[in-house]
């Protein structure tokens, strides 16, 4: 389903059902379209169906961890260029390290920031980007 031409698409990959919720309406209320993910598997059939202006990804995943999500992406033809923006309580400098080898445009602890902080750095990056969100 292509996105709506005045709308950005984010598709949120997070196990973690409340922290979904959380983050779904806080993107939805800044105007963003949002599709969401609770595992691997379900995360590249929607990256592949939705073809998201960015992508929120969980580390800890059931079925296809993070990191194998990241990589799919990275090397499919189509998806190679959605944005991902790596979301995890995972705080240790080799696990940020491998997220940005594997083609992570960000790092985010959830630890250590807020809903806002989050939807802010997908701000950033669109404007960085060039892409009014």
């Known amino acids: 389903?292509?996105?709506?031409?005045?709308?950005?698409?984010?598709?949120?990959?997070?196990?973690?059902?409340?922290?979904?919720?959380?983050?779904?309406s806080k993107f939805e209320k800044d105007g963003f379209v949002v599709?969401?993910?609770?595992?691997?598997?379900?995360?590249?059939?929607?990256?592949?169906?939705?073809?998201?202006?960015?992508?929120?990804?969980?580390?800890?995943?059931?079925?296809?961890?993070?990191?194998e999500v990241l990589t799919e992406i990275k090397t499919t033809p189509g998806l190679d260029k959605i944005p991902v923006i790596v979301l995890s309580n995972l705080s240790q400098e080799e696990d940020i390290s491998r997220a940005r080898e594997l083609g992570a445009e960000d790092f985010i602890v959830k630890a250590d920031h807020s809903i806002h902080d989050i939807v802010e750095r997908v701000k950033e990056l669109f404007a960085k980007q060039g892409v009014k969100a």
């Open 1 to 24: 389903m292509p996105q709506p031409k005045d709308k950005m698409t984010v598709l949120i990959v997070e196990d973690d059902q409340f922290l979904q919720k959380l983050l779904r």
């Open 35 to 67: 599709v969401s993910a609770s595992d691997g598997e379900d995360a590249l059939r929607q990256a592949t169906e939705h073809r998201p202006a960015v992508t929120l990804l969980d580390l800890l995943l059931p079925k296809i961890n993070g990191f």
